[in-house]
């Protein structure tokens, strides 16, 4: 993600414009980068797991979408 996109998000779901300071938008960096890395290994699991239940690529993606249910 790039900042814009990780500022523009953090206004949308805090209301607070963090444009400018940089030390925030390098903490919110680091926190994006870490719940990106946390999502992917779920969904990794998750792939693995519903792989070995004789799920198919496209019924997992939908999976994915939904939030895993």
Request: charged share 30%.
């Amino acid at each position: 993600m790039t900042d814009d996109e990780i500022i523009r998000l953090y206004h949308q779901a805090n209301r607070w414009d963090v444009t400018g300071l940089p030390n925030t938008i390098a903490d919110l960096r680091r926190f994006a980068k870490l719940v990106i890395a946390a999502e992917r290994e779920l969904n990794a699991v998750m792939v693995e797991h519903k792989g070995m239940e004789g799920y198919g690529t496209l019924a997992i993606a939908a999976m994915i979408r939904k939030g895993g249910e």
